[in-house]
């Protein structure tokens, strides 16, 4: 039967035009019950249970379940727990739900897969029967209610006539009153989520996972605590017309009651206080209004934690903190929030902290991430969940609640378990890291591989190169190797070659978009998640030692200096005569009686890099430093028994020069041929407000630093040296590493050409080419090139700016993501190192608050906070301390702390938070009476040494995998 759908749209040149399409009905399509003997269906498509049990106590009589979209929307997370069983999803759900969140749909399709859920998507808009029309002044949402309703009148008297589906009934779930009230009225068994998830007896715990969004105000204070959020017209408005501007809100890291707006072309908005945040979380786009002139401040230079106990509806102490905090005198940009325009809610990942009534139901949940409010949530079986690691969603904010309300999603294992907290680690930082598809599988090439004569004709053979790699120890994904010789003329001919991965992926195919999903490899203490299989990543495009690869590519002409005279890149074939470690290649170079080939290709490396290196710090190029460690481990256990900093060789610095070459003449190349949509990657310059700390840190300890440009930058930086104090210059640099801005990828035709510069690198055009076993945003750069040179041939894709721009958008959020993750392995392992352990350790103070001071652990590269007054659990005493902000400086008696100061610390592992443990410090030395603690004993230090060097045969983290690269 032939049906046609007819509806008005209007063009985007305003014209109103008619559209009529034809729609088709069938009598065949199934209804998914094995049962029933109407339908001619496969059996292995019957997803449907042949003898449905009933699982609640409201109805006695097995049936099937039908759900509502909103149902389907605002519950999945109960959907996906097992107890609801035998659902059918109509057609009609499923297309609405695809329409409205593209996250649920994808959900909703793998709960659908899984056969033991059995669930079964009925095509009820195609059934002559289920399918209608709809009517004159009735609204899109009731006409899917009533094709809902249709739909289950349909099953009821489809199953419910003869034998063997006679009794066999149909149950509809939705939340619309009104919806029910009808089905009842047309004969549709309906209830409520809650009233038939309560009813199920056997599944208690699925009733705290039920989403409370409007039930948000159910219980608690009727007292407003927040201004009411404007409605999206109103911000719509109110952006328009100036008054207010929208930006992405962060919560500081340092203090709980304070925040930002990042609002594009100027600086951020400040926003002190819990009613000025007026309900944001971390991520939220919100639409924020400036206050008056006379009412903006500055940040508060006080470091304050949410305690962890639920004060109740109130902010009075939340207010109390934020008037005694002392305010920097750098007055900025103050406002307050008006309105979320979009929400950025997730799962988080935490623990519960159990409501100390016995026999409570309501609940607070703290967050792995302190950035993220607590939770307030019920659930029946808090003493099952005390200790561990679960899952929460939120549903609401409601205007009355201190905290958003949430539910309880699912509980992920024992707090402390070593897998436990790796998987918080991955849930939170969303890390794709689960085994990839057998559809990605399938996209590999078969084993042995070898190279065709085909291959040979395509590119140009460079076998007979003594090409090499170097790269940290452990390193199994080594994506890139060099060569250089000299030329009859003088020059040298220097060669990057890197991994040719963008063969082995194809544009389009399932490991493609996987791959450009994942966008980059994740780097953890223990462990590599990669962005390829491993097929690709640890063999096939691997540039090991001794074995014939493809690569792509980039040779020079370059002068003695280091200039270059012609670039070319070509797809090649290589073999590697060594794979290096770093020590391996440094100790090669400096070996005078290794007279070979390879060490002979390094030294010229080495003097050219030298060059090049020298070059760009004259242009401005910013030598920035960070603190980072690596760990060796117990070979059993994986735990890890001893940290220490990492080491920079002169080898590091060259391998990275001859990677920055190889980027900017990539990023020049794909500019030239592809200027609207060529990937590249820029840094722009900060804010002249957010190097404060650097001057403010410079000038105290004498110096000054010019922060107009970045030469200028890099030449005060280079100044700024002490022989007696050859730290402090670093600790300046690590300072000036965090006024930077984030290092984005885009797509060239979306912004104009001036604002294309790195400020870091200080160069006018950059991209990322050497590493695309690990980066996707190389993958599509050298797709690029590959076209460029007649390798490849291109896509629409490939070419589409606003495409690229979006792949760049995923790469950027990927990225900053993975970068978050390693840190917080870094840091997981940093607290499994010490617990149980205290250590006396050298220290130098990086800020002074008005409560606490930073400082930094050189030795294991670390940083922790020294807090100073009882305002702080941690605090050590109630002694008066004075806080010179302008300085800055905090005085004790006749002690007075400054910036870069050397101080003697106790390192130790504060477990008084379960949730947030964290490395807490108590000052040694300058020994202050009543505050300073006495030094660790020696032979606690010298059992924990002789228990490290006793376990220090094992393997070392591939955390060392990670390639210090720009």
Known sequence: MLAQKTFIKKTRRGNIIKVVREHYLREDIWCGSPLCQVCDQE????????????????????????????????????????????????????????????????????????????????????????????????????????????????????????????????????????????????????????????????FPDLVDKINLKDKGNV???????????????????????????????????????????????????????????????????????????????????????????????????????????????DVQSTGRVVGIVRRKWRQYCGMLQPNPVQGSTRHIFVAAEKKIPKVRIETRQADKLADQRIIVAIDSWPRTSRYPVGHFVKALGKIGDKATENQVLLLEHDIPHSSFSEAVLDCLPSLPWTITSQDK???????????????????????????????????????????????????????????????????????????????????????????????????????????????????????????????????????????SATAASLRILLSLSRALKNRRTDNGALVLASSEVRFNVDSETADPVDVQAKVARETNSMVEEFMLAANISSAERIYAEFPDCAMLRRHPAPPPSNFDPLVKAARQQGYSVEVDTGKQLADSLNLATEAKRPYMNTMLRMIATRCMMQAVYFASGTIEEPLFRHYGLACPIYTHFTSPIRRYADVIVHRLLAVSIGADSTYANLVDKKHTQKVAENINYRHRMAQYASRASVNLYTHIYFRGRKRDETGYVLFIRQNAVQVLIPKYGLEGTLFLRSNSKTAQSNLEWVFDEEEPSQTCGEVKVTLFMKLVVQVFLDTTDVQHEKLALRLVDPCIEGFSVPPTPALEEEKEVEKVEGKREGAESTQSNKKLKT
């Open 43 to 202: 059996q292995e498509n019957c997803r449907l249970e042949k003898k449905p049990v009933s699982r609640s106590s409201l109805v006695s009589t097995p049936h099937y379940i039908v759900l509502d979209t909103n149902i389907v929307l605002d519950q999945i997370d109960l959907l996906e727990s097992e107890g609801l069983a035998n659902v059918v999803i109509l057609h009609t759900v499923l297309e609405e739900v695809r329409h409205r969140s593209s996250p649920v749909y994808k959900r909703l399709k793998d709960v659908i897969a899984d056969p033991k859920r059995n669930f079964y998507v009925f095509v009820n808009e195609h059934r002559k029967e289920t399918y209608i029309e709809r009517l004159a002044g009735e609204t899109a949402n009731d006409r899917n209610d009533r094709a809902i309703r249709v739909a289950c009148g349909w099953y009821k008297e489809h199953l419910g006539g003869s034998p063997p589906t006679a009794g066999l009934g149909m149950v509809m779930l939705s939340d619309d009153r009104r919806n029910r009230e009808l089905g009842e009225e047309e004969g549709v068994l309906s209830y409520s989520l809650m009233e038939y998830v309560k009813s199920m007896e056997q």
């Open 219 to 329: 219980g608690f204070s009727k007292k407003f605590l927040f201004p009411e959020h404007l409605s999206p017209g109103q911000i719509t408005a109110g952006v328009k017309g100036g008054k207010m501007m929208q930006g992405a809100f962060f919560l500081s890291r340092t203090n709980f009651l304070e925040g930002s707006v990042l609002v594009e072309g100027r600086e951020p908005i400040l926003l002190q206080g819990i009613e000025a945040m007026n309900r944001a979380v971390d991520g939220d786009t919100v639409a924020v209004q400036l206050l008056e002139k006379e009412d903006w401040t500055g940040p508060s230079e006080v470091v304050l934690e949410d305690d962890g106990y639920d004060p109740g509806d109130t902010l009075d102490k939340d207010n109390k903190l934020m008037e005694t905090a002392v305010k920097s005198k």
């Open 457 to 595: 004709l395509a590119r140009v053979d460079c076998r007979h190169l003594d090409i090499c790699s170097v790269d940290p120890p452990g390193c199994t994904d080594i994506d890139d190797a060099l060569h250089a010789i000299s030329l009859p003329n003088g020059n040298y001919q220097v060669g990057v070659h890197i991994a040719d991965v963008s063969h082995f992926i194809r544009p389009g195919t399932p490991i493609d978009l996987e791959a450009a999903d994942r966008s980059t490899s994740v780097y953890l203490t223990d462990r590599r998640i990669d962005m390829v299989p491993e097929l690709l990543s640890s063999n096939l495009c691997s540039l090991r030692g001794g074995v014939e690869r493809f690569a792509f590519s980039c040779v020079w002409e370059m002068t003695p200096q280091a200039e270059i005279v012609s670039t070319k890149f070509h797809k090649s074939i290589i073999r590697s005569r060594l794979a290096m470690t770093y020590e391996e290649a440094q100790n090669k170079i400096d070996d005078p009686n290794d007279q």
